[in-house]
């Protein structure tokens, strides 16, 4: 009789153990699923914001020179790296420094375009296996960031 008892006991407390690993795991799912959605939140404001930024700035391709275009992208590049150090994913971070890093090789050839009539070009930069960097950002980041990433990606329009 003892044994039995001891056995439900044991039954009881195994089935108690599960169901709070269960509601236990229920609930980290629940903090992941709220912390997930309150990033994406997190960065739509951020690219929200980098959008009104970029928007209060003369896009360089409406410059008339070369020294007012390498400008123009110095003050975008600016405004992007705000964004840029609220960007949490690394990879991201990493791609939109590798942009803003291409555009200011792009100011800067235009300023040597400026003394010396040698033309500037910007190249956009490429991942490992040839992609545009551009277009890895534009699928992993949020779609607000649409508009500012296409408006960096092109410094000349």
Known sequence: ??????????????????????????????????????????????????????????????????????TAV?????????YVTQVRDRRAADGWRELVDARTA??????????SRTPAFFVAPRTGDGRAVADDLARSSPEACAGPLRRLAAPDL
């Open 74 to 82: 110095r003050d975008e590049n600016a405004a992007a790296r705000i």
């Open 1 to 70: 009789m003892a044994g039995i008892s001891v056995g439900a006991a044991l039954l009881v407390i195994a089935f108690c153990a599960g169901g709070l690993a269960v509601v236990s795991t229920v609930a980290d799912l629940r903090d992941d699923a709220a912390e997930a959605h309150e990033d994406r939140s997190l960065r739509d404001a951020a690219c929200l914001e980098l959008e009104q930024r970029l928007n209060r700035l003369t896009p360089p391709g409406a410059t008339t020179s070369p020294q007012a275009r390498a």
């Open 106 to 115: 792009y100011a800067e050839g235009l300023d040597a375009q400026a003394k």
